[in-house]
């Protein structure tokens, strides 16, 4: 009980913090070609997030990266374990475990769908801490080694976590993302290359 006490106090000290931090409290982040923004239209709920940004990839390198869960730990620091419970062409359910302050139990279990023609996943939390769970990735080819990258994600954990909290700590995050996806695919292009 002391715990669950601390680490709701926690959290309403860092969403006081982000709340009245003027560099934090634009809705919307632009950076280089990283834009961030808050979706509020009829096909997403309030406090849906929204990522876009580009990556020198073909579709299908970019793709292999977000359905080989091995590769995972390579670009998504905070991750501590992913673990496939079931797997086919169209479909795979992945545990995911993150790492998180004051020892909180950030895991889930997503059911993530395939769909290559379109070159998009989307998933679905079943089970975990949050009350739902949601998003997609969708890659926009612009030529053989480029593509545009659209990110979205929802996560409500119900009245633990304010979903303001949510959105302005998942908005700090998501850029650290997206550049270590560019990363990971720039560095492994160059090995690529390398090899005979």
Excluded at 63 to 90: A, C, G, T
Excluded at 91 to 97: D, E, F, G, L
Excluded at 108 to 122: A, E, G, M
Excluded at 157 to 164: A, L, R, S
């Amino acid at each position: 009980m002391m715990s669950f006490r601390i680490s709701k106090l926690f959290f309403i000290l860092i969403f006081l913090f982000l709340l009245y931090s003027p560099a934090i409290q634009a809705k919307d982040y632009k950076s280089q070609d990283i834009i961030i923004e808050e979706l509020s239209d009829t096909e997403h709920r309030s406090g849906t997030i929204k990522m876009t940004f580009t990556v020198n990839s073909s579709p299908d390198d970019l793709w292999d990266l977000l359905v080989h869960y091995d590769k995972w730990p390579s670009f998504m620091p905070d991750l501590e374990k992913v673990e496939i419970r079931e797997s086919s062409e169209k479909s795979a359910v992945v545990y995911v475990k993150a790492k998180a302050p004051l020892n909180l139990d950030i895991s889930y279990v997503l059911k993530r769908l395939y769909h290559k023609s379109d070159y998009q996943i989307t998933w679905k939390m079943l089970e975990g801490k949050a009350k739902e769970m949601e998003g997609s990735w969708k890659i926009m080819p612009i030529s053989e080694s480029k593509c545009r990258v659209i990110y979205t994600n929802y996560v409500d954990f119900g009245f633990i976590v304010p979903q303001k909290i949510v959105f302005l700590l998942t908005r700090q995050k998501l850029p650290d993302l997206a550049n270590s996806i560019k990363k990971y695919l720039q560095n492994n292009a160059k090995i690529d290359k390398l090899d005979p």
